[in-house]
Structure formats: C-alpha cells, structure tokens
C-alpha cells in the first residue's frame, strides 16, 4: 500500500511535531510555511549580535524523567541542551521598594508571605500547601490520549490519576490572581500577588503548578532561547524525511464531496494529499481558508470575539551592560501611572537575559519589556508614518523609565526593536496578532479540562493542531496536540501509534 500523504499547515511548534509524528508512522508529509524560518511564534530575531527572544518564558518538560520531558526527546529538543533553572519565578516590587519575590520553593514562598503580612498567614500557607500538593502533578497525563479514543477503562484511569488533586483543582482553577489578591489585606500584597504570575486573569491552579514544576527542575529555560529550539525540531522532522516548503502561504483548503483533498497557495499552486492538517491561525483556517462552511454554532461563538486572547508589545534592548545580577523578571508597580499605546499603565514588566550567555555578546545583555497592548490601537494607524512615529515614542516613555532604574543605560543601548501586535499579525498570522491564541483564565480553564476538538464538524481528512485547540497557549500543549492528532489518524487507519527518540550520535 502508497504511503497516505499528509499536508500540514504552517511550521510552528505544532507543525513541526505533527510531521514529526506523521513521519514516524509511516505517513509522508509535507508542511507549508508562510515564513522563511520555522516555529511560527516559538521564534526570536537577531540585531546587532543581540538575540531578541520572543516567545519561551520556562519550558514545561526540561526536566529528565519529569512531564513532558518524553515528549522533547521524541522531538530532538532537549538533547544537549542545557537547562537554565531560576529559584523564583518573578518579583514584584512597590513603589516603595517593597518587594515580594515568588520562590519557587513552597517554604521559602510561604516565609516570604508570611514576612510581608502575619495578618494573612492563613491565606499565604494554603497557597504554599497548593504548591505542593501541585508537585506531583502530571498534566501530561489529560493529553497523552485523545478524549474521543479513551476507552472505558482509560477514563477510570485517568479518573483514579487526577482523583487526589480535585479538591485543589476545584478550589484553584477557577479563581484567578486577582480574585485570590483581593482576600489579602495587607494593601501592597492586594497589588503584588495580582501581578505574580504575569497577568491578572491567570488561574492560580496554573500558577502554583508552574511554581511547582520550577521547584522540580521542570519549567527552565533552554539555553540558545526559542529560535534555536525551533530549529531542533525542524532538524528532527527533516532528519526522519519529511519536507518543508517555506515562503509558500495557504490560500485555501481544498475539499471535494466534504473531504480535505489538498491546499491551494497563494501562487496559484494546488498541493494534493490525502489527509490535511492545519497548525495555522484557528481564525484563518476555519473562516478563510475554509469560508466557514463548517463551522457550528459552538464554532463560531468561539472566534466571535468574547473569548480573551493576549496581545503585547514587546520593546527589545542590547545594551552593553551585564545585567546577570538583575532579577530575570521584575515587575514594577506604580504609583503613577504612564501612558504607553493609549493605556495608563500602573504596573511595567521587565524581563532580562543575562542568564543565557549565548543571547548577547560578553558582559553584555539582553533587556525586553513586554505590555499587553490592543490589537484595535495599532491598527487604527497601520500604513502611515504615525504607526513608525507612535512605536518610536511609546519605546521613549519605557527607556526613561528604565533610565531611572539602571542610571546610564541610555547610554549604554547599542540595538533596539519594537513588536506591536502588528508585527506578530504579519509574522505568524496569527489573529490580531494574538500570542497564545484563547488566554488562559478561569473562563478558558474549562475548554482546557474539556478539550478542543481536532475535527472539523462535516468535513472528512481535516484535523487542527496547535494554539488554537489547546488553550494555555504553551509551547507543550501545541506540540502535544500534534501528537494527539497523530494519534487520531493512526487509529482511524487501524494501526497502532509510534513514537521514538531519536539515536544518540556515536562517541
């Protein structure tokens, strides 16, 4: 029997695992990119001998033998790869200089509430009990099969696995950090903790487990940054003899009596294959790509826009400065706000990289401030010179913001770069520029227990993977959804899944 041939859409994160898996087992694939790079938005960009970073804040699976980590090695990322791990997450500090540094460690996070606020003891050892209540937790466990393959006895597994953490599910995963900040009473507490796990909405069961897999060496930061670990995983997916045609976009997705047949590009080229997959823009895909013709009523609520998504500006600086010792990740509140993109902003959020060496010439460093941003404000001014105007004069406010936090920095810039959610709109396609498609918060909580699925209602040979059916937006989910769509194509052609790390090179 022919191979059965696989299109796959876009060249992410997600696509790539999802040839990667196709090759496998046995299928031939071919992945269309818009781009001229693979990882879609797992990418960074160089200036100047200074690797801007654009997307891997901590990787869930860097640890060996912990969730997930299986899953890298079948994807060729992790080996080699040096994992840099962090003892806290973030700091927030007041306009005071108060600051509350969220350790990784339950005890020394416990300690650290406690010390800010005795009145709030109670409230601060039940978040650190959370924490380790979380650190046994295998979140890989919810993907490692399609829900539309478990069988009986796979559900009372899966059931008996997550048995011990519904009362912390239950009592964290549906209140966010800005709920749980205003049981505190301390003031500055009620402002901080709302910002300690990177935005307001975030449920706090995602935090603690975040914390939780830091503390295990599960969350680190692969040395090299996103680009890199991209391209590792386009290397395995070449290595295993799959294709990758850059530059070349999708115009439509071709179908004949409500099946998937092929795709046509934007040069007028049609592509034939026998099943089709997209790891693209959910948005385009279904309403562009697909004219909407099937899409249900359940689909369409999902993309009319009361759904949150995340979308930023991102202010990248090298600056001839070594900035090792500074905090990875601060974030600053304010007592007056500034106006930044037609916003006030009561809180900046500053991350540096000089805990990767390999991101910027020596005893220098890398400098990112990252503000959730409207996709509406930057639109409005796209095509003329005011859009070119309005980034240089929003990036001025950060930098003198940044000047009275590190005196001479100014001085010490030698590249910048500013990304509006434009520029990651016409970079990925991704809708509005959206960075990790549905937000994860109390609300999308649920589609993230429940699942998304693969399939599109009335049309055969079509599967989604990536950002879009898996929200949290991580780069794990993304990759482990193109597993589970290889998962549903293997048993739908009655043959077991196969998956495999690659040899080791000799010597």
């Known amino acids: 029997m022919a191979e059965k041939r696989i299109i796959i859409i876009g060249a992410g994160v997600a696509g790539l695992a999802t040839g990667c898996y196709a090759q496998m087992n046995g299928y031939s694939s071919h992945i269309f990119e818009m781009h001229d790079l693979p990882g879609g938005l797992c990418t960074a960009w160089e200036r100047r001998g200074y690797v801007f970073d654009g997307c891997i804040h901590y990787l869930y699976g860097s640890g060996p033998g912990q969730p997930y980590y299986r899953l890298w090695e079948e994807l060729g990322a992790v080996q080699d790869r040096p994992m840099i791990d962090h003892d806290a997450f973030m700091r927030v500090v007041g306009p005071d200089g108060r600051t509350l540094t969220l350790y990784c460690d339950p005890d020394r996070l416990e300690a650290e509430l406690i010390a800010h606020s005795p009145a709030d003891a109670a409230l601060s050892r039940s978040l650190a009990q959370g924490v380790r209540r979380f650190a046994s937790f295998d979140m890989s466990v919810m993907q490692a099969k399609p829900r539309s393959m478990m069988s009986a006895s796979d559900g009372l597994a899966l059931g008996r696995t997550m048995l011990p953490y519904t009362g912390p599910l239950l009592k964290w995963g549906f209140v966010s950090a800005q709920q749980l900040a205003a049981r505190f009473h301390d003031p500055f507490l009620r402002r901080a903790v709302a910002q300690m796990f990177g935005w307001p909405e975030m449920p706090v069961m995602a935090g603690l487990s975040l914390l939780a ?36 976009q999708v115009e439509r997705i071709l179908t004949e009596n409500d099946r998937a047949v092929g795709v046509r590009l934007y040069d007028n080229s049609e592509h034939r294959a026998d099943v089709v997959i997209s790891a693209a823009d959910g948005r385009a895909t279904i309403f562009d790509m697909l004219d909407g013709r099937y899409a249900n009523r359940a689909i369409r609520a999902r993309y009319a826009g009361s759904l949150p998504m995340h979308t930023q500006m991102q202010i990248s600086l090298g600056v001839d400065r070594d900035m090792s010792a500074a905090p990875h990740w ?50 409005r001014i796209y095509g003329r010179k005011l859009y070119d105007i309005e980034q240089l004069d929003e990036a001025q406010v950060v930098l003198a913001f940044l000047e009275k936090l590190y005196p001479g920095i100014l001085e010490q810039i030698e590249a910048s770069d500013v990304a509006t959610p434009l520029s990651y709109e016409r970079y990925t396609g991704n809708w509005q520029g959206a960075t990790s498609g549905w937000l994860l918060t109390p609300q999308t909580m649920r589609m993230m227990i429940m699942g998304v699925g693969k399939t599109l209602p009335g049309l055969r040979n079509f599967y989604m993977a990536g950002q879009w059916v898996e929200p949290g937006g991580s780069v794990a989910l993304a990759a482990m959804s193109g597993r589970n769509v290889l998962q549903l194509i293997c048993g739908g052609d009655g043959k077991p899944f196969h998956a495999e790390t690659p040899p080791r090179a000799a010597g």
């Open 213 to 248: 897999y830091m503390h295990s060496g599960n969350a680190g930061f692969p040395t090299g940054g996103s680009l890199a670990f991209a391209r590792a995983i386009e290397q395995r997916y070449l290595a295993l003899g799959g294709r990758i045609t850059y530059k070349a």
């Open 330 to 379: 601060a974030t600053y509140l304010l007592d007056e706000p500034l106006l930044i993109a037609g916003e006030e902003r009561r809180e900046i959020a500053i991350k540096q990289y000089g805990y990767d060496p390999t991101l910027a010439p020596p005893g220098k460093s890398v400098v990112e401030v990252m503000l959730r941003s409207e996709y509406n404000y930057w639109q």
